[in-house]
């Protein structure tokens, strides 16, 4: 585990559990898309299921690499990133006592309904084929079972409920971790019966030392936009770069700072929302049953998180500048971007409840263009 890149507060509680053998059988790894939480689960799940346990110069408990259980799962490569792109639906095989649950599951359902269905939740039929029945059985290859559900914030409260007699009393050996980046989503009667592990946005040198290996051709300008757009997730930093979207950085950006100027830029609401819309449409294209709800809802993060980024560190470039005896003019400079973070905040909560999407990006170009200039 010790090569899940970045997450070494995380990384050593779990390493810490295991040389005691105090581990927890239910977890919720919670912290920002992207930024390894799916990895590290994997990785502890590798030691947890190994037959042969040993330890490494620094005492950390180890997979042997070598059983017939870490033989199985040698394709799985702590430290690299995982994101909603990848395919791991083959893990679920691979391994008889490794179970991941995503909402792509539903693709395999025997049910046509379930199969049919947009994958936006987990569907409670998944959940209670691939988690709730196998956790009852007997472990096919060693002692114990591990059950990963990804995205656990996309189990509805049924779902949710649903796991809660698993969570309680959990059959012997069986370990559960909810990987989550809307921890608020998750019932407070689970989040109380599991331990929660934080994982952070991993540091700007992580996003540059992926950069130089997954985008060398970029020039030196990109990567410096790329490190704060993905701000601190390779998850993020793979969308990116996969779809092509530093092309959001260089036209939405410069709006901002026009703004800031007293300048508008009179489109701002539709470039937006043809952004995250067209990123939407491919984005489905690339996954069978993709649902272009939430595709949008991906997007959307996506661009309020580059606004307000954007926001924070122009109030970090103010903040430097600021002076300490004439607070009320540093009031008055800050303002204006704090407003923007407010706008991006106000966009998500819209989104949350179901106000339209194009709706949405133009109330927040008016609310952003508005408050910036105000401060003209
Ligand atoms: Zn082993």
Redesign the pocket.
């Known amino acids: 585990m010790d090569r899940v890149l970045g997450q070494n507060q995380a990384v050593d509680l779990l390493n810490l559990q295991l040389s005691t053998g105090r581990q927890h059988h239910a977890y919720i790894f919670h912290g920002p898309v992207g930024v390894g939480k799916f990895t590290t689960a994997l990785a502890y799940a ?1 030691v947890l ?5 040993g330890a490494d110069l620094a005492g950390r408990v180890t ?9 199985l799962l040698t394709n799985l490569t702590p430290g690299t990133t995982p994101t909603q792109d990848d395919d791991t639906q083959g893990l679920t095989t691979a391994h008889p006592d490794l179970h991941v649950i995503r909402k792509e599951l539903a693709r395999f359902s025997e049910d046509t309904s379930t199969r049919n269905r947009k994958l936006t939740r987990i569907p409670v039929e998944v959940l209670r084929s691939a988690l709730i029945e196998p956790a009852n059985l007997a472990p096919r290859l060693g002692k114990n079972k591990v059950f990963i559900v990804d995205e656990a914030e996309l189990l509805n409260p049924a779902g949710q409920n649903a796991l809660l007699k698993t969570l309680e009393e959990p059959p012997v050996g069986t370990t559960l971790i909810l990987v989550t980046s809307q921890e608020d989503r998750l019932l407070p009667t689970i989040q109380s019966r599991c331990m929660r592990i934080a994982f952070s946005p991993l540091p700007d040198q992580a996003v540059r030392d992926w950069c130089a290996k997954h985008a060398p051709d970029q020039s030196a300008d990109q990567q410096n936009t790329l490190v704060e757009f993905a701000s601190g997730s390779l998850g993020r930093a793979q969308l990116i770069t996969r779809y092509g979207l530093l092309a959001w950085a260089d036209a939405v950006l410069p709006a901002l700072d026009r703004a800031a100027r007293g300048k508008s830029t009179p489109d701002l609401g539709q470039q937006v929302f043809n952004f995250i819309d067209t990123f939407a449409v491919d984005f489905v294209k690339a996954h069978a049953n993709g649902s272009k709800e939430a595709a949008n809802k991906l997007g959307a993060d996506m661009m309020w998180s580059l606004i307000a980024t954007r926001a924070r560190v122009r109030l970090a470039d103010l903040s430097a500048n600021c002076t300490p005896d004439d607070p009320i003019a540093n009031e008055q400079a800050l303002a204006p971007w704090l407003a923007v973070i407010d706008a991006t905040e106000q966009a998500q909560r819209f989104l949350g409840s179901n106000v339209n999407l194009s709706i949405t990006c133009d109330h927040l170009a008016v609310a952003l263009t508005r408050r910036l200039a105000a401060a003209y």
Not at 49 to 53: F, T, V
Not at 63 to 71: D, F, N, T, V
């Open positions: 590798r299921l190994c037959h042969d346990r997979a042997c690499g070598a059983c017939p259980s870490c033989g």
